[in-house]
């Protein structure tokens, strides 16, 4: 994944997070959202795909997890 285009999942995460964040703040967003979408090619599954996902549900503070708080991609050798 080259620089730029790490830099611009990234930024559209940040813009995700605070849409939802607002949009639920706001009561305009409902708590639960699931988008999931293909991509039609895997480099680790013979004849695979790549299954991603977004999901929100409602959970107690105290099953936070603060080490995922921020979007983490990492660059993969192509």
């Known amino acids: 994944m080259s620089k730029d285009r790490l830099d611009r999942i990234e930024r559209l995460l ?4 605070h ?3 607002m949009g639920m703040m706001e009561r305009e967003v ?3 959202l ?3 979408f293909y ?3 895997s480099n680790d599954v013979p004849d695979g795909v790549v299954a ?3 999901r929100s549900r409602p959970i107690h503070r105290s099953m936070m997890d603060f080490r995922r708080m921020e979007p983490r991609l990492k660059l993969v050798k192509s």
């Open 14 to 17: 940040d813009e995700l997070r």
């Open 19 to 21: 849409e939802v964040t």
């Open 30 to 32: 409902d708590e639960t």
């Open 34 to 36: 699931n988008f999931t």
């Open 39 to 41: 991509v039609p090619i």
């Open 52 to 54: 991603c996902e977004f």
